[in-house]
């Protein structure tokens, strides 16, 4: 990226102008309206299968790179974690409640984990692929990134792994398992390896995002100021992914399984 000069003259606020490289390919959703059915063929198993892996070494990198933070950061993140999981387990049906008095009980083993720079929204019109083979060639939109401990977002790539239906909800793809087996060893292979703690600590820090991603209106900046969701036609379409990852038997995480 590089600064071209700026437009505007006297009292008038400057307009700066940057100019930047266009990332190639296209949108992983341009990607799906192109060659994403029917979803079980051979040719999207596969091209599901290598982005899966792309994204679990897309993830390590941010392992390798920790981001140093003040121990102040780390208490006022632990403090602001540990209002707004109290907040939702108060005003959240009460099926939530065991969940989110686990990631209560459960966060300083979250706080343990390595603080990475997080895509606050991997989804599939950020993720840029390859047209011929779905690879990962780079990530786009990161206004909201933030630091926080890895795994947070790790919840983003279930929509990489199954579709959400506004009637129905959530449905994983048959594909499902050997999509997550992909990804558990790619990430674990590129990073040297879990233990058994750490590898939990992340699957308690993937609950932690959701459930204060989907548990709360819009994070986005210059908006009202994030309250908890209710079950009304917006709250509706967050509360969807809340049951079929946390309390759904079918769909929930692994680590309730």
């Known amino acids: 990226m590089s600064f071209e000069g700026k437009i505007g003259e006297g009292a008038q606020e400057p307009l700066y102008v940057y100019l930047m490289s266009r990332v190639r390919g296209l949108t992983h959703l341009d990607f799906i309206l192109l060659h994403?059915?029917?979803?079980?063929?051979p040719e999207n198993i596969l091209w599901r299968k290598n982005l899966i892996g792309d994204i679990a070494h897309f993830m390590a990198l941010s392992w390798e790179n920790p981001q140093p933070v003040s121990l102040e950061y780390r208490s006022n993140l632990r403090h602001t974690y540990v209002r707004d999981l109290l907040l939702l387990w108060s005003?959240?049906?009460?099926?939530?409640?065991?969940?989110t008095q686990t990631c209560v009980d459960s966060i300083d083993d979250i706080m343990s984990?390595?603080?990475?720079?997080?895509?606050?929204?991997?989804?599939?019109?950020?993720?840029?692929?390859e047209e011929a083979t779905c690879h990962l060639v780079g990530v786009i939109d990161w206004a909201?990134?933030?630091?926080?401990?890895?795994?947070?977002?790790?919840?983003s790539i279930q929509?990489?792994?199954?579709?959400?239906?506004?009637?129905?909800?959530?449905?994983?793809?048959?594909?499902y398992n050997t999509l997550q087996d992909i990804f558990w060893e790619r990430l674990e292979r590129e990073?040297?390896?879990?233990?058994?703690?750490?590898?939990?600590?992340?699957?308690?820090?993937?609950?932690?995002?959701l459930l204060l991603t989907r548990g709360f209106t819009s994070r986005l900046a210059n908006e009202p100021e994030p309250t908890p969701i209710s079950d009304d036609e917006y709250g509706r379409y967050n509360m969807m992914s809340?049951?079929?990852f946390l309390i759904n038997p079918?769909?929930?995480f692994d680590s309730f399984k």
């Open 36 to 41: 994403g059915f029917p979803e079980d063929s």
């Open 91 to 99: 005003a959240l049906p009460p099926r939530f409640q065991p969940i």
């Open 113 to 129: 984990l390595p603080m990475v720079l997080l895509h606050q929204d991997l989804g599939s019109c950020n993720i840029m692929v």
């Open 144 to 155: 909201e990134a933030e630091v926080n401990p890895f795994g947070f977002n790790l919840y």
């Open 159 to 175: 929509s990489l792994m199954g579709k959400l239906h506004l009637r129905n909800g959530w449905t994983l793809f048959g594909d």
């Open 191 to 209: 990073i040297g390896g879990l233990s058994a703690s750490q590898r939990q600590a992340i699957k308690l820090a993937r609950i932690l995002g």
């Open 242 to 244: 809340l049951d079929a």
């Open 250 to 252: 079918q769909t929930r």
